[in-house]
């Protein structure tokens, strides 16, 4: 029989992944990760195999927390193009506090080891394909309320929101986050909608559908 793990499994893949989105993968050691998840270097070894596994193990944690959280925030609104921006606004809100400075963790790790790391690649790419169908399908539904100009493709759009939240990212690595870019973000949307005014609905939601659906595995 296995013996049972001496520490909390979650507290210590939290603790590491702190340390490879502060420092990244290339720059952190195995020394420092096992330091930062309170366990011996053996104690790693032993749970998760390499620096490499444990790096992918944080890293599909993360993506699977970032899909919960977009999924609890937009889905079953009565305003799904609302509540995608106002999804889209948290993010850049938490891009712009003193956390934010890391970047995502999702794209550093698309621009870094996955750009010489072919699995990873292909992981990266299936994540943010995944997130290109879910914006797709939100445009999509709200364009059918009437929420979206009839003349754009809703996964053109999708893709320009994509690119829009990776490119704060990389303007908060550099520290320059500021107010600019909840505006940027209000301009886009406001591009998608058509020409009359247009007024934000209150904020309601109706029951869940395809939840478990959202988002392949």
Not at 73 to 93: C, F, K
Not at 125 to 145: K, M, S, V
Request: glycine share 6%.
């Amino acid at each position: 029989m296995a013996r049972p793990r001496a520490f909390d499994l979650d507290e210590a893949l939290d603790q590491a992944q702190r340390v490879f989105w502060e420092r990244g993968y290339d720059a952190t050691t195995t020394a420092e990760l096992a330091a930062a998840m309170g366990i011996q270097k053996g104690s790693l070894f032993h749970a998760f195999g390499d620096k490499r596994s444990l790096f992918v193990e944080t890293l599909r944690r993360y993506m699977e927390k970032r899909k919960a959280d977009m999924i609890e925030r937009v889905s079953g609104s009565r305003d799904p193009l609302g509540a995608l921006q106002d999804w889209v606004e948290h993010s850049v809100d938490v891009l712009a506090s003193e956390e934010g400075r890391v970047g995502c963790f999702g794209v550093n790790s698309s621009v870094g080891l996955a750009a010489r790391d072919p699995e990873l690649a292909d992981l990266m790419a299936d994540y943010w394909n995944q997130f290109i169908d879910y914006f797709t399908r939100t445009i999509a539904r709200a364009q059918q309320l009437g929420h979206v100009r009839h003349d754009l493709d809703p996964k053109v759009l999708a893709h320009l929101v994509l690119v829009n939240l990776a490119g704060m990212n990389v303007i908060a690595r550099q520290g320059l986050a500021d107010d600019r870019m909840r505006d940027s973000v209000s301009e886009l949307f406001d591009s998608f909608r058509p020409a009359f005014e247009y007024i934000r609905p209150a904020a309601q939601s109706e029951p869940k559908q395809e939840d478990s659906q959202e988002f392949s595995s």
